[in-house]
């Protein structure tokens, strides 16, 4: 598929931040829907945050009051803002991107690490 550019992930030690990027330049972005989803080895891919074309937000209980999601129209690229990452946060994550309608796509992953 390759339709999502995913970017940010990287190594941080427990208590830091990073901030994933998803540039979506094929889609109809203002009037789609982002996500961020991550997938542990072994374990199955879950639902981390998202946001509507009218800008309602929903986050998994396990990220509320860590992660902030956002999306700037003009540039097509949603953002996840991570903050007090903890170990169990590391993962592959994923950026999806959907329109009720019409299509839904998914990054190829990027991997964040936080150490103890």
């Known amino acids: 598929q390759a339709h999502l550019e995913e970017s940010g992930g990287g190594l941080v030690q427990a208590g830091g931040s990073l901030r994933l990027s998803c540039a979506a330049p094929g889609s109809i972005f203002s009037i789609s829907a982002m996500g961020w989803y991550r997938q542990a080895p072994g374990k199955q891919r879950d639902f981390v945050a998202s946001?509507?074309?009218?800008?309602?937000?929903t986050y998994a209980d396990s990220v509320k009051g860590r992660f902030t999601i956002s999306r700037d129209n003009a540039k097509n690229t949603a953002y996840l803002q991570m903050n007090r990452l903890k170990p169990d946060d590391t993962a592959v994550y994923y950026c999806?991107?959907?329109?009720?309608?019409?299509?839904?796509?998914w990054g190829q992953g990027t991997q964040v690490t936080v150490s103890s």
């Open positions: 946001i509507t074309s009218d800008g309602t937000t």
């Open positions: 999806r991107n959907w329109e009720g309608l019409g299509y839904d796509w």
